[in-house]
């Protein structure tokens, strides 16, 4: 062996030996806190990395890491990861697939300690429209499709995780039949497979996500009825139980006083069976409030405490939750970075002295500040979903103690889909992988190391020069500008995109951390590539604003969408905007929260379209909160002078605004052509991103540029 490592060199060996990436090399040891297929094969890669204390790491996270025994239960640590996943990973069986299986496996393998299988009971699956698309359909009365949740099971416990199922059941929601049936279960009526109910998905109210307190239509029920569910939630949690699940997720969303009826008539019969509910607050909004008045409003905290008291000896651990179904999931429209709404109703509950396990979820992926909630008591546990989709090295970044190579959540919610009237995929904009597995796998190791340029410091560029890096070439990064971040720089400006911000910044860090040389101030020409007899060029120069063919866009007094953001110091009291979609509205409220008088002017039946579940809602909420912005649809704008913008409305009649300042947005125009010009200057050559086929948004920049360094 020695010999052979002699022969062929540190880096060869190590490579042959399975060990080829730049963090393979310096994380081996620490059960691989990288990409498999980069830890694994890649080939060849630089020494860059520090050795990392794992006594140290440790200590980081050593909260979060900590063992928690509920009863006569232990869990691994203090993560539960609720009933969610990414909506379109499961293909048309009735059965749960492959790919869903490798889902919930790898989440137990990626740290959760507790994770909850999102289940609806059915023998027939139906198309459904909107959020209900994504809900995983199984005949679970047949044995076929029982082996498969059984080995999803053993695959979670193989990983020291504990495996829940979600029973939810109540009036008003189609009764499929109480699973078991073929294990000697009796049907109940109005039974539900769990959380995600046709006609009530999880995360949405049904018809109550009420907040604690708060009656809704559903309370009115007779005993007889209450009675039926209760016959339905043990007859499902014995099937559940059987099948060795080890926690059951009860409730009735809604009805405080059948939820912990339910919840005791499963706790007396399966007193070992962890028992978890929701206990929901409502949110309020954060464009009317101070951050100092942020946790002063929404449910009463009052209310959740007596509630959680009520509980005691019924559950086991209370998942705090906003209750609205848009608000429960957190973007950077609704909340504020550093403080998750539903820490405080966690902190009250535990300060009450209640005595029932709390786990707080929505917008919680910052391991720093999860470790605070715990070390300090303001909660027991944390919940997770998004945090491990945007990051499938979440859990062992953790026990490495590098929470600051943790990739942060956009907080876009494609993971619920692009689009409710499909197409039927699924995708994260910071884990280009998430949704196509298949493809993910197909990824082979470099066969030599290479001598990489890239043109363009965007989101492309950056994430393209990460992966091209982390596979073991030398890269360089060639940027024009004085910064780093193309079209993502706005978000050092916007208070809407603080997440957005965080993603950019880590993209800055990692590039640095992996040990791709970066050229500011540098505009790269085709020649000078060439003369650097660079191996392979990937270039991302991007897209420029469209300026619309408006007479009098050209004054001094009218911006771009890209300026808007830099200079709204110097715009005037008024401003209109011509043009809409989510960049112009995020541009409009910039500028309106800045304190000027915004009106959208656009062409369209409505400011951008409301076609993807949860996200526009959240959006045009808390526009609405604004005083001073303002929207006229189907408004096209006829010309721009000094003091007005003129336009013509849905009927056709000419009016105009007051304008001190002009910002217009007709879209973005990618570089093609200035992309092309380099095509020769390296033997390999790649577009990416924006100037390339393949852009148009963070996303689709971002799975550009990782698939495409891939095949350097």
């Known amino acids: 062996m020695n010999l052979i490592k002699s022969l062929m060199g540190r880096r060869q060996f190590l490579a042959a030996a399975g060990m080829g990436s730049a963090s393979a090399l310096a994380m081996g040891k620490l059960g691989g806190a990288v990409e498999p297929v980069f830890q694994a094969r890649s080939a060849m890669a630089a020494e860059k990395y520090k050795a990392v204390d794992l006594n140290a790491a440790s200590e980081r996270y050593k909260h979060l890491l900590s063992p928690l025994k509920i009863g006569n239960v232990v869990l691994k640590n203090r993560f539960l990861h609720p009933q969610s996943v990414p909506h379109f990973l499961q293909g048309p069986e009735i059965f749960p697939s492959d790919e869903m299986r490798n889902f919930y496996i790898n989440l137990a393998k990626n740290g959760a300690a507790i994770i909850s299988v999102r289940i609806m009971q059915n023998k027939i699956r139906k198309n459904e429209r909107g959020d209900s698309a994504h809900m995983l359909i199984f005949d679970l009365d047949d044995y076929g499709a029982q082996n498969y949740l059984d080995q999803l099971v053993e695959g979670i416990h193989i990983y020291g995780s504990k495996a829940c199922a979600g029973i939810q059941v109540g009036m008003g929601m189609s009764g499929g039949a109480a699973p078991g049936a073929a294990a000697g279960g009796q049907a109940m009526p109005g039974a539900q497979g769990a959380a995600g109910a046709q006609g009530a998905p999880a995360g949405q109210g049904a018809p109550g996500g009420a907040a604690p307190g708060q009656a809704t239509s559903q309370s009115q029920l007779s005993a007889e009825s209450i009675q039926k569910m209760i016959d339905t939630a043990v007859t499902q949690a014995k099937f559940y139980q059987s099948h060795g699940f080890d926690a059951l997720q009860l409730g009735m969303r809604g009805n405080q006083a059948v939820s912990i009826q339910l919840c005791k008539a499963v706790k007396k019969i399966m007193p070992d069976m962890l028992i978890i509910t929701e206990i929901f607050v409502r949110e309020p909004s954060i464009t009317q409030h101070t951050q100092d008045q942020y946790y002063q409003s929404g449910g009463s905290i009052d209310d959740a405490?007596?509630?959680?008291?009520?509980?005691?000896?019924?559950?086991?651990?209370?998942?705090?939750?906003?209750?609205?179904?848009?608000?429960?999931?957190?973007?950077?429209?609704?909340?504020?970075?550093?403080?998750?709404?539903?820490?405080?109703?966690?902190?009250?509950?535990?300060?009450?002295?209640?005595?029932?396990?709390?786990?707080?979820?929505?917008?919680?992926?910052?391991?720093?500040?999860?470790?605070?909630?715990?070390?300090?008591?303001?909660?027991?546990?944390?919940?997770?979903?998004?945090?491990?989709?945007?990051?499938?090295?979440?859990?062992?970044?953790?026990?490495?103690?590098?929470?600051?190579?943790?990739?942060?959540?956009?907080r876009c919610n494609k993971c619920h889909g692009e689009s409710m009237d499909?197409?039927?995929?699924?995708?994260?904009?910071?884990?280009?992988?998430?949704?196509?597995?298949?493809?993910?796998?197909?990824?082979?190791?470099?066969?030599?190391?290479?001598?990489?340029?890239?043109i363009g410091g965007g989101p492309a560029g950056m994430k393209a020069a990460i992966t091209a890096a982390e596979r073991g070439h030398k890269v360089t990064l060639f940027e024009k500008e004085a910064i780093l971040g193309g079209l993502l720089t706005n978000s050092n400006y916007s208070p809407y995109k603080w997440a957005i911000k965080d993603?950019?910044?880590?993209?800055?860090?990692?590039?640095?951390?992996?040990?791709?040389?970066?050229?500011?101030?540098?505009?790269?020409?085709?020649?000078?590539?060439?003369a650097k007899g660079f191996d392979t060029i990937i270039v991302a120069v991007g897209s420029e604003p469209n300026i619309p063919k408006i007479p009098g866009v050209d004054s001094s007094n009218v911006y771009n969408i890209v300026d808007a953001y830099s200079k709204e110091k110097s715009m005037g009291k008024n401003v209109v905007v011509i043009g809409g979609g989510e960049f112009g509205t995020d541009a409009g409220m910039h500028i309106a929260k800045a304190g000027?008088?915004?009106?959208?002017?656009?062409?369209?039946?409505?400011?951008?379209?409301?076609?993807?579940?949860?996200?526009?809602?959240?959006?045009?909420?808390?526009?609405?909160?604004?005083?001073?912005?303002?929207?006229?649809?189907?408004?096209?704008?006829?010309?721009?002078?000094?003091?007005?913008?003129?336009?013509?409305?849905?009927?056709?009649?000419?009016?105009?605004?007051?304008?001190?300042?002009?910002?217009?947005?007709?879209?973005?125009?990618?570089?093609?052509?200035?992309?092309?010009?380099?095509?020769?200057?390296?033997?390999?050559?790649?577009?990416?991103?924006?100037?390339?086929?393949?852009?148009?948004?963070i996303q689709k920049c971002i799975r550009s540029a990782f698939f495409t360094a891939s095949e350097v």
């Open 305 to 410: 405490i007596k509630y959680a008291k009520q509980l005691e000896g019924a559950a086991d651990i209370a998942m705090v939750r906003i209750a609205d179904s848009s608000a429960a999931h957190a973007t950077t429209w609704n909340s504020i970075k550093g403080k998750p709404y539903a820490v405080a109703y966690s902190e009250a509950i535990k300060k009450s002295g209640a005595k029932i396990i709390t786990s707080p979820g929505g917008g919680f992926q910052d391991l720093d500040l999860n470790e605070e909630y715990i070390a300090s008591g303001k909660a027991d546990m944390i919940t997770e979903a998004r945090a491990f989709i945007c990051d499938s090295e979440y859990g062992k970044k953790m026990s490495s103690g590098m929470g600051e190579d943790v990739v942060p959540c956009i």
């Open 422 to 454: 499909g197409p039927w995929y699924t995708v994260c904009s910071v884990n280009p992988k998430v949704g196509i597995p298949l493809v993910a796998r197909s990824i082979q190791a470099p066969g030599v190391a290479k001598t990489v340029a890239v």
């Open 596 to 697: 000027h008088n915004v009106t959208m002017l656009t062409s369209g039946k409505e400011l951008f379209p409301e076609e993807r579940p949860h996200y526009p809602g959240i959006i045009v909420e808390a526009y609405q909160d604004l005083k001073n912005f303002s929207i006229i649809t189907e408004g096209t704008a006829k010309a721009i002078s000094e003091g007005k913008v003129t336009y013509k409305d849905a009927t056709g009649s000419e009016k105009s605004l007051p304008a001190d300042s002009v910002v217009v947005y007709s879209g973005l125009k990618p570089k093609k052509d200035e992309a092309l010009q380099f095509y020769g200057a390296a033997k390999q050559f790649f577009t990416v991103g924006d100037c390339s086929e393949k852009g148009g948004n």
């Open 503 to 530: 993603f950019k910044d880590f993209l800055i860090t990692r590039m640095n951390k992996v040990g791709v040389k970066v050229l500011l101030n540098t505009a790269a020409t085709p020649e000078m590539i060439k």
